[in-house]
């Protein structure tokens, strides 16, 4: 289905933005990755070994975080699991 293939390419867009935004353009495919089986659900990126659901990585780039401010979410994100 086409809208689904323009989700795919539209949430990579996302997940490569966020990436080079707050980890560095360093870092390489093999470095980050849509957790689930074949890259079906896109809905939790894993970033070296920090984790980001879809929801979040929207939020942090629509509202234009700065590192300072994703960290500090990040972290009071894992204080409320």
Do not use: H, P
């Amino acid at each position: 289905m086409k809208i689904l293939e323009q989700f795919d390419k539209a949430t990579d867009d996302l997940a490569k933005e966020f990436v080079e935004k707050y980890f560095g353009e360093g870092l390489v495919d093999d470095d980050y990755f849509w957790v689930g089986s074949q890259d079906e659900d896109r809905e939790v990126l894993c970033v070296n070994d920090d984790f980001f659901n879809l929801e979040d990585i929207v939020r942090i780039l629509r509202y234009d975080y700065n590192t300072k401010q994703v960290l500090e979410f990040y972290d009071n994100r894992l204080d409320k699991k």
